[in-house]
């Protein structure tokens, strides 16, 4: 199956579509992950992007509709795929339905003061990508990965300003996707507010997984 998760920021995007392509066996891809493994690697791709990505603004249309075209012309994407971050924008959109034939595009909707709420409470472990929450899921030591001990960090795009800004960038440039899709008859809608298990039956039923 061909999908796109769509949402905001912090709707759990990311953490469904990792559950869905195991139990599907089929990849997740996630824009945001190619180009923070990028950054992390300090190749020509990650110093391109990085301040972009700091500031919580949208890495160019071109470089990234390239990038998605590459991944999902590779073998283990022909049977199907999750998109978790793309498509962003319309033309990004109009880029896709040119490229493949989407099965599913799945709403994830959440309001903004739960985004600000879930993101500004994210803390990383840089070495595994280990993620807490400061309050709904905290490590076992404040401020330590509970494997290795090791510090955990805020990314920058997780800080205050960012977060404003990401919501800002969502709203105006990605949200219109949602009548793009629906008015193709694509768009199914799922409310992302409850715990992390109960998004995640809702989502199965909803692919009959
Ligand atoms: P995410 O992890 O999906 O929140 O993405 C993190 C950041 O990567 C975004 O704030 C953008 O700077 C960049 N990014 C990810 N996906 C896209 C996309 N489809 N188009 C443009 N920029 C993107």
């Given at each position: 199956m061909k999908m796109v998760f769509?949402?905001?920021?912090?709707?759990?995007?990311?953490?469904?579509?990792?559950?869905?392509?195991?139990?599907?066996g089929i990849?997740?891809?996630?824009?945001?992950?190619?180009?923070?493994?990028?950054?992390?690697?300090?190749?020509?791709?990650?110093?391109r992007v990085k301040a972009i990505l700091d500031s919580g603004e949208l890495v160019p249309d071109s470089l990234t509709i390239e990038l998605v075209q590459d991944r999902i012309s590779k073998?283990?994407?022909?049977?199907?795929?999750?998109?978790?971050?793309?498509?962003?924008?319309?033309?990004?959109?109009?880029?896709?339905?040119?490229?493949?034939?989407?099965?599913?595009?799945?709403?994830?909707?959440l309001n903004d003061e739960e985004v600000v709420r879930r993101l500004s409470g994210r803390r990383v472990h840089p070495g595994s990508g280990r993620?807490?929450?400061?309050?709904?899921?905290?490590?076992?030591?404040?401020?330590?990965?509970?494997?290795?001990?090791?510090?955990?960090?805020?990314?920058?795009?997780?800080?205050?300003?960012?977060?404003?800004n990401r919501l800002r960038v969502y709203r105006e440039q990605t949200e219109p996707l949602i009548q793009y899709y629906r008015s193709r008859d694509m768009l199914v809608d799922l409310d992302s507010s409850p715990?992390?298990?109960?998004?995640y039956a809702a989502l199965k039923a909803l692919l009959n997984l």
């Open positions: 769509l949402g905001p920021p912090g709707a759990g995007k990311g953490t469904m579509a990792v559950r869905v392509a195991e139990e599907a990849p997740h891809i996630s824009t945001g992950d190619i180009f923070r493994f990028n950054i992390k690697n300090q190749t020509e791709l990650g110093t073998d283990d994407a022909q049977s199907g795929f999750i998109l978790d971050g793309f498509p962003r924008t319309i033309p990004q959109a109009d880029a896709l339905s040119s490229m493949t034939t989407l099965d599913r595009v799945i709403n994830f909707e993620t807490y929450h400061v309050l709904f899921s905290p490590p076992r030591v404040e401020g330590k990965d509970d494997a290795t001990g090791e510090d955990l960090v805020q990314r920058e795009d997780d800080k205050e300003d960012a977060i404003k715990a992390p298990d109960t998004v």
